[in-house]
DNA sequence: AAACTGTCTATTGTAGATAAAATAACAAAT
DNA sequence: ATTTGTTATTTTATCTACAATAGACAGTTT
């Protein structure tokens, strides 16, 4: 069936919440830009908004007619992308399906069980392969290096290299760069997740993430921002599947994200480099406790 | 057309090759082995070699009947695969052909020019978008972010950090680790190509390449090892297209290197780490020069 | 004239088809 | 026990086709 529709699909969802607020309806142009999309499908969005209802258009003139019910919008499996489904079924396949490192990738199957072209399992495993855990063998089959003990040791030297390097370089930053500002704001969700680590302790993924992005982001080398990446869906796919003491596991690494904070205001490199050295240590003690050691 | 037969046609010539010596033929198998292909393949390229009287061939007798002539062989063009036609036609484009950064890249009209269909240019630019010189928009087009000053310090930032650890790695390597034998061999190599510098230095471009492999996989690390096609990509394409004085500055490489080596021989850390930044300077220095300042 | 809309075209994302190559199986021959 | 003949099947690499989406241009409205 070609392209799917899901860039529409999900922007008339962001579309539906957007206007649920404000009742005026920005011009066509303006609405692309603020949902990230091109006219086209802009005047698609409101052509929908019109069958439902929802608004009266013609021309110029758009009102709202009534307000936008759950039953409008799309449903979630509708609007992620192929590339997004693909990758979801391919990391429960090999991380949670119990897949030996050595296993051959076929991409006709691959394709047959998530039900889509195989040019897309294709290009997906292309893209996939930077992460370093399949690889190709042209003419034939691609070969799951798997998430061994060794996959995570590797990653995770690199990950120190780099992470004690942007640290530093963020301690460097001049006084009235943007990242100071953002730290502020980092250390306030920190806190504020600490003060209810019980109900919130589950968004700490999240807040992961965004912490170490902005310290690497103080690299400005796009190896470093690019490397992240696999640091990204790594613990990203970890922690869907890893919630042995997360809780206890979350709230220390709450505290050492401040402590780490805390010494990056200090902007003293030994401080830095010790506050980040102990985090990135239990960090990786979590990652490899998760792995289940190979039988050899 | 489907699928090039290149496969058949370049593992056909280095079959020509490889009989032109010895005169008996081996089994089917051990042929595919040997060449890297399957029986399927092999038997494909023994009925050529049969239709071009080459080989007479009755089951399991097979017998010269003449030596392979240079008419006999495939054509350069036609055993190269896509992904390296596409490769190289893409690289002429943006180093030669005075690609501005921010430059859109077509798939639809890369595709024409080269005359391959889409798929395959698109499998090729996300392949090589983990080199940090293409950035994807998506539903639209690629972007350039062009072979820039910031490119190439980005690049070699990340080099020195890697190439140091791995230094410090390979020193560290137990006495009877093959690499130290390998290092003896390079060494070797190093010393003939600078006694016939005169003759011989444009081979450097290689004998770099493979001696910095030797390093770099000293480490154990895939992403470090990983990295290095990066490395290898961009300065066989700077060296293909900067040949300013190139004889003295191979030459000094050459030297450099033998220090380098030499130094790891001494297996003290500082002195390794003292011969590999000096060197690394000077190649990051070389690879600068290269790069035309933008206009700002 | 500036902002907006209607219409049209070009390009991307994806499916499906096909030739090349790999893989498999097994009986027959050495 | 290894090699080959034979044949069939599976999988990859590549092309082509087409809907979704982006983007351009000209006309319209304020």
Same mark, same amino acid.
């Given at each position: 069936?070609?392209?799917?529709?899901?860039?529409?699909?999900?922007?008339?969802?962001?579309?539906?919440?957007?206007?649920?607020?404000?009742?005026?309806?920005?011009?066509?142009?303006?609405?692309?830009?603020?949902? /990230?999309?091109?006219?086209?499908?802009? +005047?698609?969005?409101?052509?929908?908004?019109?069958?439902?209802?929802?608004?009266?258009?013609?021309?110029?003139?758009?009102?709202?007619?009534?307000?936008?019910?759950?039953?409008?919008?799309?449903?979630?499996?509708?609007?992620?992308?192929?590339?997004?489904?693909?990758? &979801?079924?391919?990391? +429960?396949?090999?991380?949670? /399906?119990?897949?030996?490192?050595?296993?051959?990738?076929?991409?006709?199957?691959?394709?047959?069980?998530?039900?889509?072209?195989?040019?897309?399992?294709?290009?997906?495993?292309?893209?996939?392969?930077?992460? /370093?855990?399949?690889?190709?063998?042209?003419?034939?089959?691609?070969?799951?290096? /798997?998430?061994?003990?060794?996959?995570?040791?590797?990653?995770?030297?690199?990950?120190?290299?780099?992470?004690?390097?942007?640290?530093?370089?963020?301690?460097?930053?001049?006084?009235?760069?943007?990242?100071?500002?953002?730290?502020?704001?980092? $250390?306030?969700?920190?806190?504020?997740?600490?003060?209810?680590?019980?109900?919130?302790?589950?968004?700490?993924?999240?807040?992961?993430?965004?912490?170490?992005?902005?310290?690497?982001?103080?690299?400005?080398?796009?190896?470093?921002?690019?490397?992240?990446?696999?640091?990204?869906?790594?613990?990203?796919?970890?922690? *869907?599947?890893?919630?042995?003491?997360? &809780? $206890?596991?979350?709230?220390?690494?709450? *505290? %050492?994200?401040?402590?780490?904070?805390?010494?990056?205001?200090?902007?003293?490199?030994?401080?830095?480099?010790?506050?980040?050295? *102990?985090?990135?240590?239990?960090? +990786? %003690?979590?990652?490899?406790?998760?792995? *289940?050691?190979?039988?050899?």
């Amino acid at each position: 069936m070609a392209k799917q529709n899901t860039v529409f699909k999900d922007a008339f969802n962001r579309c539906l919440t957007l206007i649920a607020e404000a009742d005026a309806l920005p011009s066509e142009l303006e609405l692309g830009t603020s949902l /990230g999309v091109s006219r086209t499908t802009v +005047r698609a969005i409101l052509t929908h908004l019109k069958t439902l209802e929802i608004i009266s258009w013609d021309k110029r003139t758009k009102a709202m007619l009534r307000a936008p019910r759950p039953a409008d919008f799309f449903s979630a499996e509708e609007t992620s992308s192929l590339a997004e489904i693909i990758e &979801r079924s391919f990391m +429960r396949r090999i991380l949670a /399906g119990g897949a030996e490192p050595g296993m051959q990738i076929n991409e006709l199957e691959l394709a047959r069980d998530i039900g889509t072209g195989t040019t897309s399992v294709r290009e997906f495993l292309i893209r996939f392969s930077r992460f /370093g855990l399949i690889e190709k063998r042209p003419n034939s089959h691609w070969v799951l290096k /798997g998430f061994t003990r060794d996959f995570a040791l590797e990653l995770t030297e690199i990950r120190e290299m780099f992470e004690l390097r942007s640290a530093a370089g963020f301690a460097a930053l001049p006084e009235d760069h943007p990242a100071w500002h953002d730290l502020e704001e980092m $250390e306030a969700l920190h806190r504020d997740m600490l003060a209810n680590i019980d109900t919130r302790y589950r968004d700490f993924s999240e807040l992961d993430e965004r912490f170490h992005l902005l310290v690497h982001r103080s690299s400005s080398n796009r190896f470093i921002i690019d490397f992240y990446d696999i640091i990204t869906i790594v613990f990203h796919y970890h922690y *869907q599947w890893n919630k042995a003491n997360d &809780r $206890e596991r979350n709230a220390r690494a709450v *505290q %050492e994200h401040l402590n780490y904070i805390a010494a990056l205001k200090t902007r003293d490199l030994p401080t830095v480099e010790r506050a980040c050295r *102990q985090h990135l240590r239990s960090a +990786r %003690e979590t990652l490899l406790q998760s792995i *289940q050691q190979p039988d050899v």
